[in-house]
C-alpha cells in the first residue's frame, strides 16, 4: 500500500518561505522510478499541477509558480519536496504531491498554505 504524506504547510506573510515535504512509504514504491508532482486547490477552483520532477531529476513549473518554487528530491530518504519563495495570496491553497500524472489511490490528506499579512 502506497501511502503520500504531506507536510510543511503553514500560514506565512506575502514574501514568505515555506517549504514542503512528501514522505512515500510502501514496499515497492519509490521516487526515483516515477515523475513525481506538486499540486494544489484552492478553495472553489479545482486541482492544478504547480510542479513536477522527472525520473531524470528536472523540474518543471506552472507559468504561476516559475521562478519562485523549486521542487527537489531525496531518493534516499523517498521524499519529494517543494521550496516556495517569495509567496503571494493566491498561493493559498492545499498542497498533495501525487505521481506525474497522479493516481487516483495515492492521494494524501495535504497539507494547508495560507498566504497573508
Known amino acids: 500500500q502506497v501511502q503520500l504524506v504531506e507536510s510543511g504547510g503553514g500560514l506565512v506573510q506575502p514574501g514568505g518561505s515555506l517549504r514542503l515535504s512528501c514522505a512515500a512509504s510502501?514496499?515497492?514504491?519509490?521516487?526515483?522510478?516515477?515523475?513525481m508532482g506538486w499540486y494544489r486547490q484552492a478553495p472553489g477552483k479545482q486541482r492544478e499541477l504547480v510542479a513536477f520532477?522527472?525520473?531524470?531529476?528536472?523540474?518543471n513549473y506552472a507559468d504561476s509558480v516559475k521562478g519562485r518554487f523549486t521542487i527537489s528530491r531525496d531518493n534516499v530518504k523517498n521524499t519529494v519536496y517543494l521550496q516556495m519563495n517569495s509567496l503571494k495570496a493566491e498561493d493559498t491553497a492545499v498542497y498533495y504531491c501525487?505521481?506525474?500524472?497522479?493516481?487516483?489511490?495515492?492521494w494524501g490528506q495535504g497539507t494547508q498554505v495560507t498566504v497573508s499579512s
Open positions: 510502501g514496499s515497492i514504491f519509490s521516487i526515483s522510478a516515477m515523475a
Open positions: 520532477i522527472t525520473r531524470g531529476g528536472i523540474g
Open positions: 501525487n505521481t506525474n500524472p497522479p493516481r487516483d489511490n495515492y
